[in-house]
């Protein structure tokens, strides 16, 4: 009769609780906690017993273990193996930057390289071909990666680093040196690093004049090397009246 | 004629429940559970040595996952085998006829009972962290000098590396984590007493606490389900309905995955969530109670 009574009990606190818990498990995902999706392509991806200890409270030891997998492949320069185990841990731990940023960088610089340089295929089209496969799936993970750390300098550091150097896309990198310099932990030279690409972006070469500017006569820790540099390039191009420059012409 | 005028027992005695505590906690000590220490020192430092390779980013978060991993698992398995054991044995002893046949309400051994184990897995924990923060603050110490060393030439490049270190190492935000891994141990132990009041031997109570344990990590996942409706029929929506209310959510308190990631915890949010383990724990104390309390021995 008692246990009877006990099944009710548990019941009733069940429904009094309810609400709570899902008004917290609604705060923790607006805090971006718990923001992993274990659904079920995961379990085939990872297999029945890493799923069930990812479930059970251990996804992010699983999601080392499966690092250091991918570490493994590297060293045997697997690529399409790394690929599919960074899709994997990603999808583990997506709050972790550092997961996303890696496995960006192994795709769009490390593997993009291998492809191109790959000695067993001969024509020059598939291995650009290649290459150009490897810069997607490098973007593909900054992307996703911005999209659940939306926090992360870094990645957006990362982003703009792969838009100059993979895509040749100063504006875009520029862009993102914008989004990310205002971002918490962000170090200084992001803000320079706005202004330094938007110099090599066409059509905005006054409005990075103008930052530049800024930026030299707002402290002397500012005015590097390559901040001057493109500030004389630019008073020439721009054609700034001489009481106005910052660099004196030579005439 | 004279007669001995009759003494008033106060409701509940917090000195005889620390009694028990006590007690309790003397009795898990003498079992050599602390043994555990020694394998989690090993998963610590093992893990540290093995890492030195990588990152100290990749180094850092092993660390730290592996540590608080290991911490999980040997807090949630000692709170269900010890408390699973505490009713089973004292009956065996005959311990528990001698304290209930004193003035000790039954409530009280309870709570004192529940207590000791509390306190076991307290200090399990206390020891766990101080491990695991002397293992991670050396490496720490030891990745700043070698970054202080490298980058000396460039202050701004210095500083955020630095930050960069100190990010990804020691952070406040990990002893949160310790303490909802502590809550979540707690809450485990106190459900572990209730089945054990009602569980026919100590093998049961143990198996149902572990099955507790796997379902109530996807008890949000049935929740979600049951909530959403859709086109399920109607056993599934009873089936995940009735895991929902039974089953306690246990990943409310597995923030520790993103709080090594970096994420921080907002005190509201953890006190918020500390008040829940806690209306959890005090409910299954109660449910424990009044079952027990009519418990032929």
Redesign the interface.
Known sequence: M??A??IF???G???L??P???G??K??QA??????KLDLSLRERIGQSNF?AA???????I??IL??QA?TAWEKTEYGVMARIFDNVTSL?P????FWDNAAWHMAWNGSVFAFENPKQPRLAIRTKEQREFFDLGEDFLIRGIRNNPDSYQLRQTYALFLEQKRHDECGASEQYRLGMRLP?A???MERAVAIHLARCPGSEKVAYDQLRNLWLRSP?ERKPTVITLIKALEKQLDIPEEQRIYKSDR | MSTTPIKKRPFFSPARVWAIAGNTLTELVRLKVFYFLLLFALVIIGSSLFMIQFTFQQEFQVLKDASLGAMTIFTSLLAILATANLLPKDIEDRTLYTILAKPVPRFEYLVGKLLGVFLLLLISVVCMTVVFVIVLWLRQTTVLAQVQAEFSASPEDLAVKVREVRAAGLVPAIFQGVALIYLKACLLASLTLLVSTFATSAIFTTIVAVVVYFIGHLQSTAREYWLAGGNAGWATRVFTALISLIFPDLQLFNLVDDIVAGNAVVLSLFLKTCGLGCLYIIFYTLAAQFIFVKKEL
């Open positions: 008692r246990l009574v006990l009990l548990v019941l606190f069940g429904l609780r309810l709570l818990e899902t917290l498990e705060a923790h805090a971006f906690f718990r923001t992993a069930i479930l059970s409270g251990f996804r992010a030891p999601a080392d690092w250091i570490h731990q709050r972790n930057f550092y932990g170090p200084p030279y820790e």
